[in-house]
């Protein structure tokens, strides 16, 4: 399942072009882990001189979907994907290189299975937990995923 960041980012700026100009970049991703990162500018900045949190949402959420969406596809089933509900925490000024790291791959493909297996929907969490150059842990996003057959 591993995915060519190169090809992605470049498709992110068709698709996900917010998360592209704020400079969301995906740097890997494999099964069981995922790797974005954004650097704070003038132009992602809230009135604090930090990143603004959504832009670490943005980079948050796709260290997670992107795990999901590479998995559904995997499967060759016709599967939706959807955040349901999501929880942030902020532990320090987000300035810099941020790095979010996912690595919570293995709850995707046992939803996946249980969905396929019962045609009902499923709903898990995954973390994404975001460090700054220094490897301190400026924040930690939550995201639960809701995916189900379509028919």
């Known amino acids: ?17 917010s998360a592209w100009w704020c400079g969301v970049r995906l740097k890997s991703c494999d099964e069981e882990n995922a790797v974005v990162t954004v650097k704070h500018k003038w132009f992602n900045q809230n009135p604090f001189k930090s990143m603004f949190w959504a832009v670490q949402g943005m980079a948050a959420e796709l260290s997670t979907g ?37 690595k919570d791959g293995k709850k995707i493909k046992e939803a996946l299975d249980r969905t396929i297996a019962t045609g009902e929907g499923q709903t898990f969490w995954m973390k ?6 220094a490897g301190l842990i400026v924040s930690t996003f939550n995201f639960e995923w809701t995916v189900k057959l379509r028919a």
């Open 128 to 133: 994404s937990v975001g460090v700054n150059e």
């Open 1 to 17: 399942m591993s995915l060519n960041p190169g090809k992605f980012n470049l498709y992110s700026f068709f698709k996900l072009p």
């Open 66 to 102: 992107i795990m999901v969406s590479s998995q559904i596809r995997d499967s060759g089933e016709n599967i939706s994907m959807l955040v349901a509900n999501n929880k942030g925490n902020f532990s320090k000024k987000a300035t810099g290189k941020i790095t979010f790291t996912c």
